[in-house]
Every structure is written in C-alpha cells, then in structure tokens.
C-alpha cells in the first residue's frame, strides 16, 4: 500500500512502544508484582503525565498496546482478550482518558498509533456466548465452527489453539464490517493509525478494505502488522493462517524476509522481524559488525519504495535485547548504545520509521533469557514495570539515546 503525501510522516516516526499496565500509573508496591500475571497498576492517566519525559527524549509517535475493555481475569493484564472493542478497559481509565492523551500528545507535535486486534476476541465476549450457546444465533457465522454430534462437541477455530480466544470469521460480510466499524470509532477518537495485530491470521483482502475506508476517512491514516512465522508453527496451525502461497509454504517452509514482502499493496507496512533476528545474532555474538551490516543492507536494499518495514530491536513478545547475565555494565552500554545507533541510521538510509520498546532507553534488564526453568508466565520477563527511581548509569544512558534520536531528527530536517 503505497504511502501518500499525508502519510509520509510515517518514515520518519521513532515510535516508542508502550505496554499499558507496565509504564506508568503503578504504585511501588504495584510495580514489585510485575513477574506475576496480573495488573501491576499502570494506566492512561500515567502515560499522560510522563508525556514531557517522552518529548524529552525525542520519539515522535507512540504506540500503544490494546486498551480495550479485557475480560478481567489476571491473565489479560496486557490487553488482548478483548470483551468489548468500542470501550477503554476500565483499569486502564476511560474512552476521555485516551482522548486526553491523544489531544496532548497532537500538542506536542507527536503521533499516536494503536494496536488493533482483529483476528480473535476473548470467550466472554456477548456475541460469542451467543453463538457458542444457540446454533440458531445471528453471531454464530461471526465464527467458525466445526459441529458434532451434540453443542457440547462442537469445536472452533482459536486462535493458535487457545481455546479461551476465538477467531473471527472474515468470510463474513458483517464480521468484516463490524471491525472496520470498530477502527472507525477509534480513528474519530485521533488515532493516527494502528498496528494489526497477528496480521498472518487474516485475509489479505479485509486488510485491503480496512486500509482503503480508513485512508479515505483520515488520509494520513497509516496500517502496519504483525507478520510472523516459523515452518513449524505454521504446519501446527495450518487452518487459521491466512497468508499468500499458503500450500507451497506448508511443505517447502516459510521466509521471513519474503513473508514480510507480501503484505505491499495490502499493509502500509510491517513489523521487520528479520531485521531484529539479525540484531539478535549480532548482539549474542554469532556474526560480526561487518557481516551484520552487509546482511542489513542486503535484505533492505530488497524493500519496495513507500513500503515501511518498521525496525525495531525487542518488544514485549521477545526477549529484551541483552538480559543482564550476559555481559557486564560497560559491555552493555555499548552494545546497547551501537544497536540503536544501526536501527537510527538504516532507518535514516532508507526512510523507514523505527520502534523503540519501553525501558532500552534506561537498560531496563531482564534477569534471565525466555523460555525461562521455573517461569511459567516467561513473557514475564520482558515486560518488567518500567523503573522511574533511575540511577546514574541508568540516567547517562537515557542521555546518550536522547542525543541519538535528536540528532536523527535534525539531520532528517536538513535533507
């Protein structure tokens, strides 16, 4: 999907990605609970009230994780088991929360994308209950079902086979409507575009329709997703991934780079996976600064002009970049401080927009890589609540990204 003029502002975005319950809003007894799975405390409120922090720094567009109203359960404290999609969970604050924060980073002159989930809701969503209890229900073909020989041996697809997470059934036109609905309400709040979560479980063509109305609606808008997958995962959910050449790939394996390539014309842009993976080998020593920045150059070289790979370095899906048992303070420092100085500059290079997660910026640690012995929640450990009793060396660090990003932006201006 090629990038229009109102749309450009999206090259040059450095998001900062946000984990609602784990940044802001928390109390110090609330933040000490963060390796277990349940809310920590964080909330609207609280990003708001750090927006000058985030100014400071220098990132232009925040991105944050779902925000709507959650089953409740402890797990769900990240925000994707989704009961109602046109209201802000209440833990998080209020729809006049986030419309707040929106207003007042638009102030500041920053962008604000959100994630969008439309590939699953959670079980106790209304209109599931309604078609899991009466076969005879309007939502029932909102879903998809198997049926056996009684409605207690029917089974549906789930989302990478939780069962307790539903998919959507895109073959229906008001399934299909009701989620352009949803987005329109969000983008009328002042988003500024969203991030589609597990864009693979989707059809290309409602990720062409969702991008077409919501261009037309708000014409800087923009559309980027979530595309990741393994052989192996995708040979154990074959039926509920929806990606181009899926026969061939089930038997021949899927690439990554080539996955990613798939979504132009379809998506404004996509996650860059591969470029992480690249940063990761870098980072744990199994190529060189030379061979890095050669593959780097190799696999951006092969973009699509006005196709946006969004580089990003760790996220709440993978570890932090160095968990603190792999090297000391100073080693840190640098590896940390080089990996983001690459990200800014191939980002310059080739006008794309990049990403950072909440924390890099303080050297937020992780004590131990996932899959963790003795972790069952191993998400956990990359989502530690942010910490804002900094210490010097933290403190040093935060000066040295900020320098970076700023002079980013400056040399951006001067082209």
Same mark, same amino acid.
């Given at each position: 999907?090629?990038?229009?003029?109102?749309?450009?502002?999206?090259?040059?975005?450095?998001?900062?990605?946000?984990?609602?319950?784990?940044?802001?809003?928390?109390? @110090? #007894?609330?933040?000490?609970?963060?390796?277990?799975?349940? *809310?920590?405390?964080?909330?609207?409120?609280?990003?708001?009230?750090?927006?000058?922090?985030?100014?400071?720094?220098?990132?232009?567009?925040?991105?944050?994780? @779902?925000?709507?109203?959650?089953?409740?359960?402890?797990?769900?404290?990240?925000?994707?088991?989704?009961?109602?999609?046109?209201?802000? #969970?209440?833990?998080?604050?209020?729809?006049?929360?986030?419309?707040?924060?929106?207003?007042?980073?638009?102030?500041?002159?920053?962008?604000?994308?959100?994630?969008?989930?439309?590939?699953?809701?959670? =079980?106790?969503?209304?209109?599931?209950?309604?078609?899991?209890?009466?076969?005879? *229900?309007?939502?029932?073909?909102?879903?998809?079902?198997?049926?056996?020989?009684?409605?207690?041996?029917?089974?549906?697809?789930?989302?990478?086979?939780?069962?307790?997470?539903?998919?959507?059934?895109?073959?229906? @036109?008001?399934?299909?409507?009701?989620?352009?609905?949803?987005?329109?309400?969000?983008?009328?709040?002042?988003? #500024?575009?969203?991030?589609?979560?597990?864009?693979?479980?989707?059809?290309?063509?409602?990720?062409?329709?969702?991008?077409?109305?919501? $261009?037309?609606?708000?014409?800087?808008?923009?559309?980027?997703?979530?595309?990741?997958?393994?052989?192996?995962?995708?040979?154990?959910?074959?039926?509920?991934?929806?990606?181009?050449?899926?026969?061939?790939?089930?038997?021949?394996?899927?690439?990554? +780079?080539?996955?990613?390539?798939?979504?132009?014309?379809?998506?404004?842009?996509?996650?860059?996976?591969?470029?992480?993976?690249?940063?990761?080998?870098?980072?744990?020593?199994?190529?060189?600064?030379?061979?890095?920045? $050669?593959?780097?150059?190799?696999?951006?070289? $092969?973009?699509?002009?006005?196709? *946006?790979?969004?580089?990003?370095?760790?996220?709440? #899906?993978?570890?932090?970049?160095?968990?603190?048992?792999?090297?000391?303070?100073?080693?840190? $420092?640098?590896?940390?401080?080089?990996?983001? =100085?690459?990200?800014?500059?191939?980002?310059?290079?080739?006008?794309?927009?990049?990403?950072?997660?909440?924390?890099?910026?303080?050297?937020?640690?992780?004590?131990? @890589?996932?899959? +963790?012995?003795?972790?069952?929640?191993?998400?956990?450990?990359?989502?530690?609540?942010?910490?804002?009793?900094?210490?010097?060396?933290? =403190?040093?660090?935060?000066?040295?990204?900020?320098?970076?990003?700023?002079?980013?932006?400056?040399?951006?201006?001067?082209?």
């Amino acid at each position: 999907m090629i990038l229009n003029k109102e749309q450009s502002w999206f090259n040059n975005a450095i998001m900062y990605h946000i984990l609602i319950d784990r940044f802001s809003g928390f109390t @110090p #007894d609330g933040a000490l609970r963060w390796d277990t799975p349940d *809310s920590v405390g964080g909330n609207i409120n609280g990003i708001t009230a750090k927006l000058d922090y985030l100014s400071a720094l220098g990132v232009n567009t925040l991105w944050l994780s @779902p925000f709507y109203q959650n089953a409740g359960n402890k797990d769900a404290y990240h925000g994707y088991h989704i009961t109602d999609y046109f209201s802000v #969970d209440s833990r998080f604050g209020t729809n006049d929360d986030l419309g707040i924060l929106i207003n007042e980073c638009h102030k500041r002159g920053m962008r604000v994308v959100g994630d969008f989930v439309p590939n699953h809701c959670h =079980e106790n969503h209304e209109f599931f209950q309604s078609a899991k209890h009466d076969k005879n *229900s309007p939502y029932r073909r909102w879903f998809v079902f198997h049926e056996g020989k009684t409605r207690e041996e029917d089974t549906y697809e789930q989302y990478l086979n939780c069962g307790f997470l539903p998919k959507f059934n895109f073959g229906n @036109p008001e399934t299909r409507n009701y989620m352009i609905q949803v987005a329109l309400f969000w983008l009328d709040l002042g988003f #500024d575009g969203f991030r589609i979560d597990h864009a693979i479980g989707v059809s290309h063509s409602f990720l062409k329709e969702l991008s077409g109305v919501l $261009k037309e609606k708000k014409s800087h808008c923009v559309l980027f997703g979530e595309a990741l997958l393994d052989t192996q995962t995708f040979r154990n959910y074959y039926d509920t991934i929806q990606i181009k050449k899926k026969w061939l790939r089930k038997f021949f394996g899927v690439n990554q +780079s080539a996955l990613q390539l798939d979504y132009a014309g379809t998506l404004n842009g996509v996650l860059d996976f591969e470029f992480q993976s690249q940063m990761v080998q870098y980072v744990t020593g199994k190529i060189s600064k030379q061979v890095l920045e $050669k593959q780097l150059q190799r696999h951006l070289d $092969k973009c699509p002009k006005d196709y *946006s790979l969004v580089l990003f370095l760790d996220s709440h #899906d993978s570890n932090r970049l160095i968990c603190e048992n792999r090297e000391n303070l100073e080693q840190k $420092k640098e590896i940390l401080k080089y990996t983001a =100085e690459v990200m800014l500059e191939y980002g310059q290079k080739y006008k794309l927009p990049v990403s950072f997660y909440y924390g890099f910026e303080i050297m937020l640690n992780q004590v131990v @890589p996932k899959p +963790s012995e003795g972790y069952p929640y191993a998400d956990l450990l990359a989502r530690r609540a942010m910490d804002w009793t900094r210490n010097k060396d933290q =403190e040093d660090f935060l000066c040295s990204i900020s320098g970076l990003i700023k002079r980013k932006r400056t040399e951006e201006r001067h082209e």
